[in-house]
């Protein structure tokens, strides 16, 4: 089956513009999480959202936002971006049908703001 | 922030060799995960072990778990070249939803 699919893999913005993200489960995983990986932070959680709600956030501005749609796909969007904000953005996905899960990543997609 | 170190930073071993690779966390947990990650792309899940366990095993994988000591480790019996990346801990805990917590990572390189 196909595994989790995030468009586009290679982004270059300008600082104070916006982007959106696109992340497509696992056919029939319900729960989408984004991450972001930086040299210096590591990976960092950003939320997780489960039939289109919000259960989970991280530790980030404001700046950072998302949603999931019925079919289980998921968007993250960053506005005003900032140099800082240049990152590998990973989504993944999950049965969630416990607590005790696996998740499925995606190949990532890698923001460059200039 | 990361929940929890991982040692050692690099491990650079010939194809063969046995890699191990230590975890630390800091608060209680669900269950610990460990992926890998092949030069900045996505992650691969390898391997859960659940908090009331103690010992795991897939393939060439072995994963202890020792929550008294808040500390994992991850053994790759005979490694193989394929076997060098990056390999992460990452915990998951409470009521946080989706939320894995990573460690820095280990940089594992197997020599031919």
């Known amino acids: 089956k196909a595994g989790v699919t995030q468009t586009p893999r290679y982004l270059i913005k300008t600082r104070g513009q916006q982007v959106t993200l696109s992340c497509s489960p696992i056919s029939g995983h319900r729960s989408v999480s984004w991450y972001q990986q930086t040299p210096g932070q590591g990976l960092q959680f950003l939320f997780e959202?489960?039939?289109?709600?919000?259960?989970n956030k991280g530790n980030f501005p404001g700046r950072f936002s998302g949603r999931q749609f019925s079919n289980s796909r998921s968007e993250m969007n960053v506005s005003t971006l900032e140099l800082g904000d240049s990152a590998l953005y990973l989504c993944?996905?999950?049965?969630?049908?416990?607590?005790?899960?696996?998740?499925?990543f995606g190949s990532g997609t890698r923001l460059t703001v200039v | 922030s990361q929940q929890g170190e991982e040692d050692p930073q690099a491990l650079s071993i010939q194809e063969g060799e046995n890699a191990t690779m230590n975890c630390s966390y800091k608060?209680?947990?669900?269950?610990l995960q460990w992926y890998r990650q092949n030069s900045g792309r996505g992650l691969v899940h390898l391997i859960l072990i659940r908090s009331n366990e103690r010992e795991k095993h897939s393939g060439r994988l072995r994963v202890t778990l020792d929550t008294s000591k808040k500390s994992s480790s991850l053994l790759i019996t005979a490694s193989r070249a394929a076997d060098t990346a990056s390999y992460f801990c990452a915990t998951a805990g409470g009521t946080s939803y989706g939320k894995l917590t990573f460690g820095q990572g280990t940089i594992l390189t197997v020599h031919p």
């Open positions: 959202y489960f039939s289109e709600t919000q259960r």
């Open positions: 608060t209680s947990i669900n269950n």
């Open positions: 993944a996905s999950s049965l969630a049908v416990d607590r005790n899960y696996g998740y499925t």
